[in-house]
């Protein structure tokens, strides 16, 4: 069972950018799809982005399309979540995630324990 550790998260004020890593250990996550969730206060958790293991595309929810770019290292059995021009409704609890092994999946199989992002107008 592969354990994912999130860290990077933080307070920034709107328009700047943070790096969420997603550390994987007990197993290697190069054959699988790797996404990014969040839930903000009194929400759902919610799909963010994900990236597909074998030819390393990425798809995104909408609302972040072109502000947030998801990349992982397979040599350092990582994923990473770019996130740039935030904005205060960006701020929620940010998972990593192993995803279900299809093309373009949304539908994680685990998780990690998330990192806070606060954005402050």
């Known amino acids: 069972q592969v354990q994912l550790v999130e860290s990077g998260g933080g307070l920034v004020q709107a328009g700047g950018s943070l790096r969420l890593s997603c550390a994987a250990s007990?197993?290697?996550?190069?054959?699988?799809?790797m996404g990014w969730f969040r839930q903000a206060p009194g929400k759902e958790r919610e799909f963010v982005g994900g990236?597909?293991?074998?030819?390393?595309?990425?798809y995104y929810e909408d609302s972040v399309k072109g502000r947030f770019i998801i990349t992982r290292d397979n040599a350092k059995n990582a994923v990473y979540l770019h996130m740039n021009s935030l904005k205060p409704e960006d701020t929620a609890v940010y998972y990593c995630?192993?995803?279900?092994?299809?093309?373009?999946?949304?539908?994680?199989?685990?998780w990690g324990q998330g990192t806070q992002v606060t954005v402050s107008s």
């Open positions: 995630a192993v995803l279900s092994s299809y093309r373009d999946s949304r539908v994680p199989d685990s």
């Open positions: 007990g197993g290697t996550i190069r054959t699988y799809p």
């Open positions: 990236i597909n293991w074998s030819d390393g595309t990425t």
